[in-house]
């Protein structure tokens, strides 16, 4: 367990913290119940959080006893405090995006046709931010704590922008590439943490799911070249007929779009995005498909 910590007393001394400022705001609940059964708490280990002691004497009660404490025990403490903080990053980060979410010119002439704006303007404020974010929790937390945070601030952010970005909005060609650069650039933050390629989940990539909808998105129409287009080898007009087609086996479909690089979306989200570009929509509009 020690380990696991990186030998760092951090997450006692952040419990001791949260205790101390749970009592200042005068709350009824204990906030050291942090397991169901704390009875193993004695006197000297409760006077230690309650008068929110200097690193010193906390050093001193972890030498009296807390690391012969179980392995599990030591386990809560750590997911209970990482759990806590990960809420609060991720409300506070998504409370951020909330200009992007608005963002409506996705299928207007022009959108992402300026080489020299990668990044939609909306994004401006928070990639700074969220860059410091990743910095400080790299160097406050042991790895295993701050991989965990940046997993689940990864995982908050991928299905925000699959639910309410690009499923919530209408897009042409060059707003699905504008999509694709503000996921990579997302993307890029996240990975610029110590052992970036250490963070991905069991699906692979980070926001993994979000990438995937900016390739659907920015997939050219019948081949025409766009900046920063699409790395489908088929144009949407070769395959997303077929997809639409109810006729079409939705295993068969599956296994056409895996090797067009799409794996983790389900055929329905994946329907639902070819809808979303206009421009196939005026090409192709069979009643059938929509």
Request: a negative charge; glycine letters at 8%; one cysteine or more.
């Amino acid at each position: 367990a020690a380990r696991d910590w990186n030998d760092s007393t951090i997450y006692v001394d952040m419990w001791a913290a949260v205790c101390c400022h749970a009592r200042a705001l005068g709350g009824d609940a204990d906030p050291r119940d942090w397991r169901d059964e704390c009875d193993d708490w004695g006197e000297k280990d409760r006077k230690v959080l309650d008068d929110c002691v200097t690193l010193e004497t906390n050093e001193e009660w972890l030498d009296g006893g807390i690391w012969e404490r179980t392995i599990k025990t030591l386990g809560e403490l750590k997911q209970r405090i990482l759990e806590l903080m990960s809420r609060a990053i991720n409300k506070d980060t998504v409370g951020q995006l909330r200009a992007y979410r608005k963002k409506a010119n996705w299928a207007s002439e022009g959108v992402g046709a300026d080489a020299d704006v990668e990044v939609s303007i909306e994004l401006s404020g928070l990639l700074p931010e969220l860059s410091q974010l990743v910095s400080v929790l790299s160097e406050l937390l042991p790895f295993s704590g701050s991989a965990y945070l940046l997993r689940s601030l990864a995982a908050e952010l991928d299905m925000f922008l699959v639910d309410r970005v690009a499923s919530a909005h209408q897009f042409n060609s060059s707003g699905g590439w504008q999509f694709a650069m503000d996921v990579s650039a997302i993307s890029r933050v996240l990975h610029a943490s110590a052992g970036g390629s250490a963070l991905q989940g069991p699906s692979g990539q980070l926001l993994a799911k979000a990438m995937e909808c900016a390739r659907i998105l920015s997939c050219s129409l019948d081949g025409e070249e766009l900046p920063g287009n699409s790395d489908m080898t088929l144009s949407l007009s070769e395959w997303a007929p077929a997809i639409l087609d109810a006729a079409t086996d939705d295993k068969e479909a599956m296994l056409v779009l895996g090797k067009l690089g799409v794996k983790h979306l389900s055929i329905e989200q994946i329907r639902q995005l070819v809808k979303r570009r206009v421009d196939f929509a005026a090409t192709f509009s069979s009643p059938e498909m929509f």
